[in-house]
């Protein structure tokens, strides 16, 4: 397989992976969630297998928008915002606020350079490994994808920098390894005229931490995250950073320490395992875990081909289309989806609470 062809299906699949094991665990302290569900290297959102969530969805949204623009950010804007709007009828049932009240200001008619809301929530971050490993060699075409990508839901900037120092990480991961200062420095060029200096310095922290091999759930409560990693961007970001620079090469071992600290574990792990992922390629993912993955149309072997036709078009732009599949069993699939999150809700009103 060549190269970026197997860093974009080990982007996809990482994140596949990572969400449908960190989703039982969402929003759950640390603690709670090993009480609860001791072996997290291990799915459990059905026993013994697993589902994922809308941040595998959106990476697959972005691998769709990329094939179809050829290369134009129009294009790419425009084709993301058709895939948020028809996801919405599906009734999906994990779903920002954010994202939810931009993807209703597109159905009432607003663009997509207008349809986001004021919000440094984590969504954007979803979409943004996939765009670092296709874009990471041009630093002026990855910003305005990323920009792209994230003014569609997120318009505070702090949305917009962290979803880049996603982008920048996946690109870093997908050409090899990075001493965390060293990734520290292309970042600052990446953002070089932004004013993301609260950013910069966070993720400084971050390496210096990564640097004297930290937890990341003690780093996390350094940043002011407590009782687990926050969905707030600048939270999400720097501690998915911090353990990517300590685990470049270990998938399990970077995705059990992220969801050990708990919070919003299911992104926290998608993005994370998106960034490993393009690093470790295809072989680098537990193959039984994958095949532990039970989505249907959208298995994990129809993901590993949009990954594949994705390398092709960005090679040759010319009349590359993404995979098809069987779209009127999207509600069916959706409605089973929430009857499992139903019975995990009923669950949790049980103890062990802590
Ligand atoms: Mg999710």
């Not at 004297?212 to 707030?232: K, L």
């Amino acid at each position: 397989m060549s190269k970026i062809r197997d860093s974009i299906v080990g982007c996809l699949l990482g994140t596949a992976v990572g969400d449908a094991l960190g989703l039982p665990y969402e929003g759950m302290t640390g603690s709670r969630g090993g009480s609860m569900f001791p072996d997290r290297c291990r799915l459990h959102f059905l026993p013994g297998y697993g589902m994922v969530s809308d941040d595998t969805e959106h990476a697959c949204f972005t691998a769709r928008a990329l094939i179809a623009s050829k290369g134009d950010p129009d294009r790419f804007e425009k084709e993301l915002a058709w895939s948020l709007r028809w996801w919405l009828l599906g009734m999906p049932a994990g779903i920002g606020f954010a994202t939810l009240r931009s993807i209703l200001r597109l159905w009432v008619g607003i663009p997509p350079e207008r349809s986001g809301v004021f919000s440094a929530g984590n969504g954007p971050a979803m979409r943004s490994p996939l765009l670092g490993v296709a874009y990471g060699n041009s630093p002026e075409r990855l910003r305005e994808f990323v920009l792209r990508s994230t003014r569609l839901t997120h318009t505070d900037p702090k949305a917009y920098y962290g979803a880049l120092a996603v982008a920048v990480a996946a690109h870093a991961s997908a050409e090899g390894s990075v001493a965390p200062h060293d990734f520290l420095r292309v970042l600052r060029e990446t953002l070089h005229d932004a004013p993301a200096g609260e950013l910069l310095g966070l993720i400084d922290r971050a390496c210096s931490s990564a640097e004297r091999d930290e937890p990341v759930s003690a780093f996390a409560t350094g940043i002011g995250s407590r009782n687990g990693i926050s969905g707030y961007m600048y939270h999400t970001v720097t501690c998915v950073i911090q353990v990517w620079l300590r685990h470049q090469k270990d998938y399990s071992a970077g995705i059990k320490e992220i969801i050990t600290a708990g919070g919003d574990t299911d992104t926290t792990a998608a993005v994370l395992g998106g960034i490993i992922g393009a690093g470790v390629g295809h072989a680098g993912i537990p193959r039984n875990l994958l095949a532990g993955i039970v989505e249907w149309p959208r298995s994990t072997a129809w993901m590993e081909r949009l990954g594949i036709v994705l390398a092709r078009s960005l090679k040759e732009p010319g009349n590359a289309e993404a995979p098809g599949y069987f779209v009127p069993a999207i509600p069916l699939r959706n409605a089973s989806f929430l009857l499992v999150v139903l019975a995990h809700g009923v669950r949790r009103l049980f103890p062990p609470y802590r």
